[in-house]
């Protein structure tokens, strides 16, 4: 079976740096992906990890260990807007299916 | 164009109505899901069609019918629905479901469902 743990609320103020953990149990795995959500919105896909590291996309950065099954988000130069949900997930290639994450609310402040 | 369309947004039904969602994309993916989603939860995945055929079913009571009248088009039959039933229900569509790397899923906005 697939187990993803998050923590389940984050605060953090405008403009600084936060970082959102995610620990998995898998069997069979193939990368760790991220999504957001806005209140009432669809998930949008952020970044993927298939292999070890550090991989950027503009403010958001992701990262990935395989040894340690664990991988995280990095928001940096944060914006109210990024008050949202995120969630880690991994391919169950049993069911060939996405298994998402509890999810972590991101509340940014001013 | 990486959109998925839902209709309706919003949708109240009794419990002996019967209705349908409908969920569209024209980005050429041959993989579509049905996930529903209650709030502060994570999305659940209830179906998945790869090529028109269904290949996912998660013990996904009766009363939720799925149809994929072609490769762009994903429906949801709903029939004597309960108020538990009450969620946001998402359609997903991806590249063709294949195993052989984790594919992105592109989410529509959602049709949010009451059930009285």
């Known amino acids: 079976g697939q187990s993803l743990e998050q923590p389940s609320e984050v605060t953090a103020v405008e403009g600084a740096i936060v970082q959102i953990n995610c620990t998995y149990q898998?069997?069979?795995?193939?990368?760790l992906s991220w999504y957001q959500q806005h209140d009432g919105g669809a998930p949008t896909f952020l970044s993927y990890?298939?292999?070890?590291g550090l991989e950027e996309t503009g403010r958001f950065s992701s990262f990935l260990s395989r040894s340690d099954s664990y991988g995280y988000l990095l928001l940096q130069e944060l914006q109210m807007k990024d008050s949202a949900s995120y969630f880690c997930a991994v391919l169950d290639t049993g069911r060939r299916a996405l298994t998402f994450g509890s999810g972590t609310r991101l509340q940014v402040q001013p | 164009d990486t959109e998925v369309t839902q209709t309706p947004k919003h949708l109240v039904m009794g419990m002996t109505n019967k209705k349908s969602l409908k969920c569209e994309q024209h980005m050429g993916h041959r993989a579509m899901y049905w996930y529903k989603q209650k709030a502060k939860k994570p999305p659940e995945l209830m179906f998945v069609y790869s090529y028109e055929k269904l290949s996912i079913n998660e013990s996904v009571p009766s009363r939720f019918s799925p149809e994929c009248p072609n490769s762009s088009l994903l429906n949801l039959h709903l029939h004597a629905l309960q108020p538990e039933d009450s969620a946001l229900y998402l359609c997903?569509?991806?590249?063709?479901?294949?195993?052989?790397?984790?594919?992105?899923?592109?989410f529509g906005p959602g049709t949010r469902l009451l059930v009285l």
């Open positions: 990890n298939a292999l070890d």
């Open positions: 898998t069997s069979g795995f193939y990368g």
């Open positions: 997903a569509s991806s590249q063709d479901g294949t195993i052989t790397y984790q594919e992105t899923q592109y």
